[in-house]
């Protein structure tokens, strides 16, 4: 079965304080892995899109990395900021381009002075 | 990048009414779209996907009857909640995929519906 599991499943840190947050799936084949960024009463935003291929993606603050091996992926954001209290979501998608996207849970961060 | 906007962002309703969700993709072609609810604290879960002129195709558990799905353009999909009940309440986040490409896909800001 198809799965994403995201760790931890919530996270507070102070602000300016880095923090990284896991993801592993199980989808087989894999075409790509996203994060996105969920703000409470908001839809979700792409961070970082990644194929099987690449091992590192920066968008600003944020770093995605994969390892297609061990089907794991993680999302490091450095010197947080208040602003990056949401829920973080990683969302997976197989190999085929009709392929219903498979959703984790989520790991919701909180970000405090 | 890409924007798929949705309307109304948040509707209260009697329980019984019914209610319509509209989603657009503002700048692209959408040939499929993609129907989500999220309770709170919860993640997405898709409800239904429909194809440009044809019928959607539901999630198992998800009433066809009572989730009315029309995706009569590239770029509108609706939802009708019918005869809606308090439990309906939800948020319902509409995603639509690209044509061709990468078949990205990209998420409306969700409508926040509450049934008194």
């Known amino acids: 079965k198809n799965q994403v599991e995201q760790s931890p499943q919530s996270l507070i840190i102070l602000e300016g304080k880095n923090c990284t947050l896991q993801?592993?799936?199980?989808?087989?084949?894999?075409?790509?892995l996203r994060w996105y960024k969920q703000d409470t009463g908001r839809g979700p935003v792409s961070l970082t899109i990644?194929?099987?291929?690449?091992n590192t993606k920066s968008n600003g603050r944020y770093t995605a990395t994969l390892d297609a091996d061990t089907k794991q992926s993680s999302l490091h954001i450095t010197a947080s900021q208040l602003s990056d209290s949401a829920s973080y979501i990683c969302?997976?998608?197989?190999?085929?381009?009709?392929?219903?996207?498979?959703f984790g849970k989520g790991t919701r961060l909180s970000v405090i002075a | 990048g890409a924007v798929v906007s949705q309307h109304p962002s948040w509707v209260i309703c009697k329980s019984g009414t019914s209610v319509k969700i509209e989603c657009r993709s503002l700048?692209?072609?959408?040939?499929?779209m993609f129907w989500y609810r999220q309770f709170p604290k919860q993640s997405l879960m898709l409800m239904a996907t429909?194809?440009?002129?044809?019928?959607?195709?539901?999630e198992q558990g998800v009433e066809k009857d009572k989730f009315l799905i029309n995706h009569a353009s590239l770029t509108l999909s609706t939802l009708t909640v019918t005869s809606a009940h308090p439990e309906d309440s939800s948020f319902y986040i509409c995603?639509?995929?690209?044509?061709?490409?990468?078949?990205?896909?990209?998420f409306g800001p969700g409508t926040r519906l509450t049934v008194t």
């Open positions: 995603s639509a995929r690209e044509r061709t490409g990468f078949y990205e896909q990209y």
């Open positions: 993801c592993n799936y199980t989808v087989s084949p894999f075409s790509n």
């Open positions: 990644m194929t099987f291929s690449e």
């Open positions: 969302v997976v998608r197989g190999f085929s381009g009709n392929t219903p996207l498979v």
């Open positions: 700048d692209f072609q959408a040939t499929t």
């Open positions: 429909s194809n440009e002129g044809s019928k959607a195709t539901y």
